[in-house]
């Protein structure tokens, strides 16, 4: 698969929301698949790099269907897009930001979670 550009870029990260906030997991699944054919590594910043398969699938058992993510902002440049989200629990209605890095390379997609830790303060 070819490197995606900056607009291919875009549509992956609208898509992705739009698939986590509908719940449709096998069609998340599907286009990480298209873009993380040879390889998807997740990092949670603070914690060890890993393969991306198992992170994907805690993220949706722990968090799918309990959690909207809600765009704050989306840079894309060149191979790369930091995006600012904010994350949104169903229940309480309170909202935690992230910070994403993504970077895309031919069938490799790596991923930078940053979040909140527990003892900051906002």
Not at 88 to 106: A, D, K, L
Request: hydrophobic letters at 35%.
């Amino acid at each position: 698969m070819a490197i995606p550009d900056a607009d291919e870029i875009h549509r992956f990260l609208t898509s992705q929301l739009d698939y986590w906030n509908a719940g449709q997991r096998d069609q998340m699944t599907d286009l990480y698949r298209h873009y993380a054919s040879e390889g998807l590594t997740i990092e949670y910043v603070g914690q060890p790099v890993g393969d991306g398969w198992p992170l994907f699938e805690h993220m949706w058992d722990t968090y799918g269907g309990s959690v909207r993510t809600e765009i704050v902002e989306i840079l894309v440049n060149g191979t790369e897009a930091a995006c600012h989200f904010l994350n949104v629990r169903q229940e309480t209605g309170i909202g935690n930001p992230s910070i994403e890095i993504y970077r895309f390379e031919e069938g490799r997609l790596h991923i930078r979670y940053f979040h909140r830790s527990h003892t900051a303060q906002a």
